[in-house]
């Protein structure tokens, strides 16, 4: 099984100077929790719901302006992790998961053969995938 046949190919993207609030709401509308960052074509990092949680928030009224950095003065290429790690079209389900399991992330952007982003396989479509192939041994 590989990639490709389970990764998201519909992929909400942003830019390096993309207001964090506009980003962050941007994400919550499309009910996502992983944002490829493209400057151009080019993948120049990856924002998750993590990188905008405040580190230091402590049991107050929440609102999301508590536990969420959405400060107007912040962009996207401050908060962003830099060089993702990534898997192509070609790898197989087993080299997603074990990327996903060794550094604990939530989701890898999907390059082509010319590195160019085309998904995004995220925990979700992995399990998918591994209901998909529970259902085909039963059957």
Sequence with gaps: MRVSEFMTRKVVTAAP???????FFRM??????????????????????RDLRRPDWV?????????YQ???NLCVSDLMSRTPIVVHTYDDLG???ALINRHGFGALPVMDKGNHL?????KADLVR????LLESQDG
Excluded: M, Y
């Design 17 to 23: 100077a993309d207001g964090i609030r506009e980003t």
């Design 59 to 67: 049991d107050e009224a929440p609102d999301l302006s508590h536990d």
């Design 70 to 72: 959405l400060d107007d």
């Design 95 to 97: 080299t997603a998961c």
């Design 28 to 49: 919550r509308e499309a009910h996502i929790r992983h944002l490829p960052v493209l400057d151009g074509a080019q993948l120049v990092g990856i924002l998750s719901d």
């Design 118 to 122: 085309v998904g995004i396989i995220s």
């Design 129 to 132: 995938a591994f209901s998909a």
